[in-house]
Structures are given as C-alpha cells and as structure tokens.
Nanobody, 122 residues
Framework: QVQLVESGGGLVQAGGSLRLSCAAS????????MGWFRQASGKEREFVAA????????YFANSVKGRFTISRDKAKNTVYLQMNSLKPEDTAVYYC???????????????WGQGTQVTVSS
C-alpha cells in the first residue's frame, strides 16, 4: 500500500557529504516511523536512523551519531538522510523504510524502498 522511492545516492570521497531522499506515497504516515537502513556487500542490513512522522523524534545508530541527520518534510511526504563526514565504511545500499503505524525506531518495518547505492572512496 505504501511505496517508498529513494534517491540521492552516488559516489563521494571520504569526508564528503550526500543527502538521500525518500519519497513516500499510498498511505497516511501520521503515526508512522520512517527509518533508514543500509546493507554493505556481504553484510547484514543494519539500522542507521529513524524519525517519528508526527513528532520528529530522531534515533541514530552509534556508528553514525554526530555525522548523519534524519529529517522529514510532511508537506512533501519525504524523509531525508543528510550524511556528513562520510567514511569508506559507510559504503552500502541505503534503504528507506516505514512502519504502518506506531512502532519502535529499529523496527519491525512494513514497507521498504528499492535502495540507493552510496559509495565512499578513500
């Protein structure tokens, strides 16, 4: 019912920045949690950040705390992940996710986007 489309990935040098966007459609998000996950080659998918749609409370994985920022634009039905001070270990496919309604920042999530590749060169 909910469609999520990520964009903004690309190739960036270590220390650089990227801003990922996730456009949502299909169902209301008033009580949802929006999250970002990433999966590096050969590794499990890991939690990156989350934001509650209604209140804007944010949550971050320790590995990105202080470097990444998650935000949402209710009018545009879009969630963003601003990634600063990127490191090679941030290289992964980044996925946007959403819960149907109230939930927890780390999941489980009900809807997933297709992913966008982020590559950080050293």
């Amino acid at each position: 019912q909910v469609q999520l489309v990520e964009s903004g990935g690309g190739l960036v040098q270590a220390g650089g920045s990227l801003r990922l966007s996730c456009a949502a459609s299909g169902r209301t998000f008033s009580s949802s949690i929006m999250g970002w996950f990433r999966q590096a080659s050969g590794k499990e998918r890991e939690f990156v950040a989350a934001v509650t749609w209604s209140g804007g409370s944010t949550y971050f994985a320790n590995s990105v705390k202080g470097r990444f920022t998650i935000s949402r634009d209710k009018a545009k039905n879009t969630v963003y992940l601003q990634m600063n001070s990127l490191k090679p270990e941030d290289t992964a496919v980044y996925y946007c996710a959403a819960t149907r309604g109230p939930g927890t920042p780390r999941g489980p999530y009900d809807y997933w986007g297709q992913g966008t590749q982020v590559t950080v060169s050293s």
